[in-house]
C-alpha cells in the first residue's frame, strides 16, 4: 500500500468517486435482478414446507386406513364368534346355558357396534385429511409451477448480466486497491449503511446529493477546494465536487 498512502487528497477524492461509480454500476444491475433471488428462495422454502405436510398427511391417512382394515377384521372375528354360539345355542342343556350364550352373543355385538363407530370415525378423519392434502397438493403443484417460472426467468436475467457484474467486480476490486486501506474501509462502512449503497455524493443544490441536508456555503467552498475529505455532517457520506 505504499503506492495508496502517495496520493494527494484530490487523488484520493477522485479515486473513491471512480469506485463509487463501478460500485453503482454493480447495484443497478442487482437491482435489475431485482427481488429475483430472494422470491426463489421463499419458493423453495414453501414448497419444502407443503411437501413435509402432504407426505405426514399421506401417512396419517395410511393408518386410518390401516385400523379400518384391523375393525374390519374384528368385525368379521365377532360374527364368526356369534354364528358359534348360535350353533352351540341349540345344543344348550339348562336356561343357565343359554343365558350365558346369550350374554356372550350381546357382547360380541356391542364389539361390532364399537368397531363400527372406530371405521366411522376414521372414514370421518380420512375424508377430513383428503381435502387437506388435495388443498396442500394443488398449492404445491402451483407453487412448483411458479418455481420453474422464477429460476428461467432468473437464469436469463442473470446470464444477461452477469459477465457485465463479472467485470465491474475485478474492476471495483482493482480501484479498492489504489485507496488506502483505512478509507477504503469507511467507505465500504457507509456504503453498507445505506440502501442505495451512495458512500460518495456530489453537492446537488446547496444540498448533500444523499441525505439532501443544506450544506453551508463555508463548506462548499471547502469540498470544492479538495484540500481534505469531507463527509456530510448529517448521513457521514463523503461529498466530493471534482
Ligand atoms: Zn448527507
Given at each position: 500500500m505504499v503506492k495508496a498512502k502517495e496520493l494527494t487528497v484530490e487523488e484520493k477524492l477522485t479515486a473513491l468517486n471512480e469506485l463509487q461509480k463501478i460500485d453503482s454500476k454493480i447495484d443497478e444491475i442487482k437491482v435489475l435482478r431485482g427481488e429475483l433471488p430472494m422470491e426463489v428462495k421463499d419458493l423453495e422454502d414453501e414448497i419444502e414446507g407443503l411437501t413435509i405436510r402432504t407426505t405426514k398427511l399421506e401417512r396419517e391417512i395410511q393408518e386410518w386406513e390401516t385400523s379400518i382394515t384391523n375393525n374390519q377384521n374384528a368385525i368379521k372375528d365377532a360374527q364368526n364368534q356369534i354364528a358359534k354360539y348360535n350353533e352351540q345355542s341349540k345344543q344348550v342343556r339348562n336356561d343357565r346355558e343359554y343365558d350365558a350364550i346369550i350374554k356372550s352373543i350381546e357382547l360380541q355385538n356391542l364389539e361390532i357396534q364399537l368397531c363400527e363407530k372406530k371405521i366411522r370415525d376414521a372414514n370421518n378423519k380420512i375424508k377430513e385429511r383428503r381435502a387437506y392434502y388435495e388443498e396442500s397438493m394443488k398449492k404445491l403443484e402451483k407453487k412448483q409451477k411458479a418455481l420453474v417460472d422464477k429460476k428461467e426467468e432468473l437464469t436469463k436475467i442473470t446470464a444477461e448480466t452477469q459477465i457485465e457484474e463479472e467485470k465491474l467486480e475485478k474492476k471495483s476490486a482493482s480501484q479498492g486497491k489504489k485507496i488506502e486501506d483505512r478509507l477504503l474501509q469507511a467507505y465500504k462502512r457507509i456504503r453498507n449503511n445505506y440502501k442505495n449503497g451512495l458512500a460518495v455524493v456530489t453537492i446537488e443544490r446547496d444540498s448533500?446529493?444523499?441525505?439532501f441536508a443544506k450544506i453551508p456555503p463555508q463548506r462548499q467552498l471547502e469540498i470544492r477546494q479538495r484540500k481534505r475529505i469531507i463527509a456530510c455532517e448529517h448521513c457521514g457520506r463523503i461529498v466530493v465536487e471534482l
Open positions: 448533500c446529493g444523499g441525505c
